[in-house]
């Protein structure tokens, strides 16, 4: 975090690190996460224009068939992490904006996995439904420029009548899944702009993040992913952005995230930079070497430093 960096010095260099032209996604995202330029600003618009252009996201766009899905038409759940799913969600990690490729992609993904309730399914099995998958296409329909889409508001429709009904929980159950179900409901309001956050949205938001600061994961109790820094994240979270989402949504000064910030503190490296831990299994791109610098987990542990 930016507090734990030393001296000034330190975090220059890093932020030059991080906005090297070569990596267009990582110098789009410190621009406006990091350094709060706006969108229209000349060269965050050619950063992020470039981001296509460029390894991991072309990579990704390479693989695609030209009617939008990955690996299959249909459910693109699986194999994870090569299917249609998966590529949403990375493309918005890594800071695209709506393209025509990308518009094929959504366009199949609510045809093959939105069901008529608004819910985005896993499989064909009635009642698959996992809130955490749920709630990180909301997010990445907000971040790449659909959420004012029609299929859009129906996902918000069904994800407030879950959560009034039946909470966090997903099937398979189990505590990790009930707090990666809060992690990934928060991202997707924390993503909702102000203008269009209205009271149910904002209940939502309340009760996610009283779920996660009510339960930290403990690592002596909990699923062991959640304390490698991972990029990208899928269905799972990790810690940082367990602490990201509650940052955002303004919980930064609670007591409650004490621990878990002296955590992301001590995997800071020496050099201001933090490692790639773990990547979430074969993907069509590389996002780093583990155990190396990686300047996405860098920006995401930078982030949450407010």
């Known amino acids: 975090m930016v507090s734990h960096l030393g001296e000034s010095g330190s975090r220059s260099r890093t932020l030059a690190w991080l906005l090297e032209p070569s990596n267009p996604s990582a110098r789009y995202l410190t621009l406006t996460r990091l350094l709060g330029q706006p969108e229209d600003a000349p060269e965050v618009q050619a950063s992020r224009a470039a981001i ?8 990704i766009f390479l693989a695609q068939y030209p009617q939008g899905y990955w690996m299959h038409p249909g459910i693109g759940y699986s194999p994870r992490y090569r299917a249609t799913i998966w590529q949403i969600l990375i493309l918005a990690q890594l800071g695209m904006g709506r393209c025509p490729a990308l518009d094929r992609a959504v366009e199949h993904l609510v045809e093959a ?4 309730d608004g819910a985005f399914r896993a499989s064909k099995k009635p009642g698959d439904t996992p809130i955490g998958l749920h709630g990180s296409l909301l997010w990445a329909l907000e971040t790449l420029g659909y ?10 429709s069904w994800l407030i009548r879950h959560v009034e009904a039946h909470g966090f929980g997903s099937k398979p159950s ?6 990666w179900g809060a992690v990934k ?27 996660l600061l009510d339960a930290p994961p403990d690592q002596t109790e909990s699923d062991q992913r959640w304390f490698s820094l991972t990029f990208p994240l899928t269905e799972g979270a990790d810690l940082l952005q367990w602490m990201a989402v509650l940052v955002d949504a303004g919980y930064g000064h609670d007591r409650r995230l004490a621990e878990v910030k002296s955590w992301i503190a001590h995997k800071r490296r020496p050099d201001g930079t933090w490692p790639l831990e773990r990547v979430p299994g074969r993907l069509w791109a590389a996002f780093g070497e583990l155990d190396e610098p990686d300047k996405w987990i860098t920006i995401r542990a930078l982030a949450v430093d407010r």
């Open 147 to 156: 959420g004012e889409t029609e299929p859009a508001a129906e996902a918000w």
């Open 113 to 116: 996995n939105q069901q008529d």
């Open 174 to 179: 189990g505590e990790a899944r009930t707090l």
């Open 52 to 59: 296509p252009e460029t390894s991991p996201a072309r990579d």
């Open 185 to 211: 409901v928060l991202w997707a309001t924390n993503a909702v702009p102000l203008h269009r956050r209205d009271r149910d949205i904002g209940s939502v938001s309340r009760a996610a993040a009283a779920a």
